[in-house]
């Protein structure tokens, strides 16, 4: 047994059981599944198996799009009607209200991997998984969410939460039961399993999301990317790079990403129904990337003297005073071309694009860098 697996052992061993509703609940509803899994299979159907993707995919949108990018980071803007699709989706899903949910989260993005952190990795993958909901309890800070108090929805939502919550499924329990002819397929695919899987589908971002995956843009945070997760989330899988960038309405930045909650968020701004998406752009990416790793390639050798860590660190110096000075003046040139004439938009262009090869080579010289100390002195990523 190594010692990361011991020391959350300890830590699992200490830990008390404060929310006893909320483990009743959880164990009940497991245990459901399991027992009334023969009586299922007599009456399986594939509208069954329909009621709960509809569910499901309705539900875990309302998560990731409404109560994670739009609430807790405030990624973009909705109109009212969306917001109540959201707010009354977010039923099917069991996760609290949007405004205690937005707390807990914001609560984790500004103490992640510490002891004020609710579901800290660094208590056991069980722990941030599903443990934490047993042994955490809330205190309260208005300040954490301000905004979402002044918004009346927000507040009638958590106001009214068990109601909609009740009102939500009952009504998707009776309509799949009259659609299906069978209560028990309408109770155990509509909800149970919907409800499972929905919940499994949150913990993994708080558990496997911060164990198995790359590094790539926080590489001093616990949080990684993984694709594989990102099919099961909703494209939250990508979860270093929202945990270096939170305020962008993307957690899959490249075009082969696999984010649905970014596809829903785009077409909607199409439609009307939300605005103000917010992006961090390429350059900035590149530059806390370089920041970043020159801190912890200069850490990492700070009690080296040998030829290649002299040679090491002026080549770091060099090339981040670089990608810094051009990465400026092509934010500058951006700027003047907005106000530029038609007659001096071609010359600000033809910089902006010499600009833009410089940096890229720039880059691309970071990256040979990083790679070879790496492998000189066995960097972990």
Same mark, same amino acid.
């Given at each position: ?35 009334? $899994? ?26 990731? !799009? ?5 609430? &807790? ?12 699709? =959201? ?36 208590? +056991? ?28 929805? !927000?507040? $009638? ?26 209560? %028990?397929?309408?109770?155990?695919? *509509? ?16 558990? $496997?999301?911060?164990?198995? *995956?790359?590094k790539t843009y926080a590489r001093e945070l616990?949080? =990684?990317?993984? @694709?594989i997760l990102a099919l099961l989330t909703f +494209?939250? +899988? ?13 957690? *899959? ?17 199409? $439609?009307?129904? !939300? ?5 961090i752009n390429n350059v900035t990416v590149q ?17 080296? &003297?040998?030829?290649? &860590? ?43 694009? @010499?600009?833009?090869?410089? %940096? ?7 990256? @040979? %860098? ?12």
């Amino acid at each position: 047994m190594d010692r990361r697996m011991r020391q959350n052992l300890e830590l699992t061993k200490t830990m008390k059981i404060k929310n006893w509703d909320t483990l009743i609940f959880v164990v009940a509803y497991h245990a459901l599944i399991l027992a009334l $899994l023969p009586a299922f299979i007599s009456v399986f159907s594939w509208g069954a198996v329909a009621l709960f993707l509809v569910t499901y995919i309705m539900g875990g949108l309302a998560i990731t !799009v409404g109560y994670h990018r739009l609430y &807790a980071h405030r990624a973009y803007s909705a109109n009212p009607f969306f917001e109540w699709c =959201v707010l009354i989706s977010s039923a099917l899903s069991f996760e609290m209200s949007a405004l205690m949910w937005s707390h807990d989260h914001r609560l984790h993005h500004n103490h992640v991997d510490t002891d004020k952190d609710p579901y800290s990795i660094k208590k +056991g993958f069980w722990y941030a998984h599903v443990l934490w909901l047993f042994d955490y309890k809330r205190r309260f800070d208005a300040s954490l969410v301000e905004d979402l108090l002044q918004n009346p929805r !927000v507040v $009638l939502q958590d106001r009214y939460y068990l109601h909609i919550v009740v009102a939500v499924n009952l009504a998707v329990f009776l309509l799949g039961w009259a659609i299906l002819g069978s209560a %028990l397929a309408s109770f155990y695919m *509509g909800f149970l399993v919907r409800m499972a899987m929905i919940h499994h589908r949150t913990w993994f971002i708080n558990s $496997l999301c911060h164990t198995i *995956g790359s590094k790539t843009y926080a590489r001093e945070l616990s949080a =990684v990317d993984n @694709a594989i997760l990102a099919l099961l989330t909703f +494209g939250e +899988g990508y979860h270093n790079y929202h945990h270096a960038f939170a305020a962008d309405y993307r957690n *899959g930045i490249r075009w082969y990403h696999f984010d649905p909650s970014k596809w829903t968020i785009w077409l909607a701004s199409k $439609l009307g129904l !939300v605005k103000k998406l917010r992006t961090i752009n390429n350059v900035t990416v590149q530059k806390s990337l370089v920041l970043k790793d020159k801190k912890m390639i200069l850490e990492h050798i700070r009690d080296e &003297a040998d030829e290649f &860590a002299a040679e090491l660190r002026v080549k770091l110096e060099e090339l981040s005073v670089a990608f810094e000075e051009k990465s400026s003046a092509l934010m500058l040139k951006a700027r003047e071309l907005k106000q530029a004439s038609a007659e001096q938009r071609k010359h600000i262009q033809r910089e902006i694009s @010499a600009l833009k090869s410089a %940096l890229k080579q720039i880059w691309n010289e970071w990256i @040979a %860098l990083t790679r070879m100390a790496a492998r000189q002195y066995e960097l972990h990523h």
